[in-house]
């Protein structure tokens, strides 16, 4: 999946932890996203745009790991977070 989120992401080091671990898609419970813009072309985007971007990325998250909760967490490169935001299971927003 990081592969699909990398142009949601542009620019943005990913990191994807699962819990339970090694677990098939449909019994993950737990998606971690976190990730560091160092190339700060996120950090570029206006703050609607960051939204959507973040949105998407949730939106395409759930869909590989459709009965877990996911959790993004985006920071620049000074450590601010420029996206903090979650999806619960079966959450149609």
């Not at 949601?8 to 098939?24: C, N, S, Y």
């Not at 160092?38 to 998407?56: F, H, K, N, V």
């Not at 590989?64 to 903090?84: F, H, M, N």
């Given at each position: ?21 090694e ?23 206006d ?22 909760t ?24």
């Amino acid at each position: 999946m990081p592969d699909q989120l990398r142009p949601l992401l542009a620019g943005v080091a990913l990191d994807i932890q699962t819990t339970p671990p090694e677990a098939p898609n449909d019994a993950v419970t737990q998606v971690t996203i976190s990730g560091a813009d160092s190339s700060g072309a996120l950090t570029q985007l206006d703050p609607r745009a960051r939204d959507g971007a973040a949105s998407a990325a949730l939106v395409l998250a759930s869909r590989y790991y459709p009965r877990a909760t996911i959790v993004l967490e985006v920071r620049d490169t000074t450590g601010a977070t420029l996206i903090k935001a979650s999806r619960a299971p079966g959450d149609l927003q």
